[in-house]
């Protein structure tokens, strides 16, 4: 293979194949030099998706040290080592670079002993980190104002399996007051809630005056979730999409702030996170019977999710669209929309308030889209 069938990458003297190459095993190819000798190496990657610069400078980072000890057991005769030296003169910008390289060590520790892409995760977290805290700090402020005044707010978290609805509350409550919110997951209903009013187990759980509830799933379980699986009926079902619009109504009405949140996942993200979800042991817990189906039901849940905005989105008790490809914007999204359903004191005005258009997405935008091709 000759140099134009490769593209550089980010790191420097690395090159990746422009295609999987069919002479080996339809594999992406690397190109490096290491001591003056010319290298190719087989990624192990078919899909260039998969390959990003990281994962190949992690994998060749391996090869390198195995040859550099290859290299040094054969113990080749080199030049003197005089005539290798190469005097370089101490300058301002060398001693900057040392104090830097010195200063990046020690907080990084041993990184070489943790592989490359784990690192960069890593890395970025900590990033992610220190952006979120400015507005959970704004939560805290919000749930303070909630307590003074003794309003009473709502949210509740929808969306299909894997979506992230989880994982935006760990992240919105993480250091809000427990004393003053709950998370409510209500499970299979008792044979005694089969019997009632179907938003009276929800109601058990609404808040009392300067208290927040946060449901993972709501009362909207019957508009995707069970026609889906036949755990209600059509009759059921159409009962509830006539009513629910009245119902919070009637709950905004009563000075209950409602913030309805649908985290939309795409079919391709939510496949990988369930692919993490049966492969790492830190996760397998979150796989459940319902998970395995969601892909095949991908089309009916659709549907159902179609009837779901188009009918019950109202001026009261609108739906707020977050794209949760991407979790942490999705999650600074839904902070967003929260902190905004409030006129709280001493909120930080040089924050950015305003929706990511690309993320925060109106209904009407989600419905068009929907009708055109249903990846969301």
Same mark, same amino acid.
């Given at each position: ?8 990458? %980010? ?41 990003? %610069? ?55 520790? %041993? ?266």
């Amino acid at each position: 293979m000759n140099l134009h069938d490769f593209e550089k990458t %980010d790191f420097i003297g690395l090159y990746k194949s422009k295609i999987a190459h069919p002479t080996f095993g339809k594999k992406y190819i690397a190109r490096f030099q290491l001591l003056k000798k010319r290298y190719m190496k087989v990624l192990g990657y078919d899909k260039v998706d998969n390959l990003t %610069d990281i994962r190949a400078y992690s994998l060749l980072e391996n090869y390198k040290n195995s040859l550099s000890n290859d290299l040094r057991q054969n113990k080749t005769p080199t030049k003197n080592i005089k005539e290798q030296a190469v005097k370089i003169e101490p300058n301002k910008e060398t001693e900057r670079l040392k104090e830097e390289n010195k200063f990046l060590k020690s907080i990084i520790g %041993d990184y070489k002993t943790v592989d490359l892409l784990t690192l960069q995760e890593g890395i970025q977290k900590v990033y992610d980190n220190a952006q979120m805290q400015e507005y959970q700090i704004e939560l805290i402020k919000m749930q303070d104002h909630l307590e003074k005044s003794g309003k009473k707010m709502i949210i509740l978290f929808e969306g299909r399996d894997a979506s992230g609805k989880g994982g935006a509350i760990r992240r919105m409550t993480r250091y809000m007051n427990a004393r003053h919110y709950k998370v409510v997951a209500l499970g299979k209903p008792t044979e005694t809630q089969k019997g009632q009013w179907f938003f009276q187990k929800y109601i058990e759980h609404f808040p009392t005056g300067g208290e927040t509830v946060l449901f993972d799933r709501s009362w909207y379980n019957r508009a995707m979730v069970e026609p889906v699986f036949g755990f209600c009926s059509e009759h059921q079902y159409e009962i509830f999409m006539e009513d629910v619009v009245n119902f919070e109504h009637d709950l905004v009405r009563q000075d209950i702030i409602l913030v309805k949140l649908y985290f939309s996942v795409s079919k391709e993200e939510q496949l990988k996170r369930f692919e993490s979800r049966r492969t790492n042991p830190l996760k397998q817990w979150k796989l459940s019977e319902v998970d395995l189906q969601a892909q095949d039901l991908w089309d009916e849940f659709s549907e159902k999710k179609y009837e779901m905005l188009k009918r019950t989105h109202s001026r009261s008790a609108p739906w707020n669209i977050v794209r949760s490809d991407d979790k942490h914007k999705a999650r600074m999204e839904a902070i967003k929309i929260i902190l905004n359903s409030v006129d709280y004191e001493d909120r930080n005005y040089s924050l950015n308030f305003e929706p990511a258009e690309n993320i925060n997405i109106s209904v009407q935008k989600e419905l068009t889209r929907m009708r055109k091709k249903r990846d969301y």
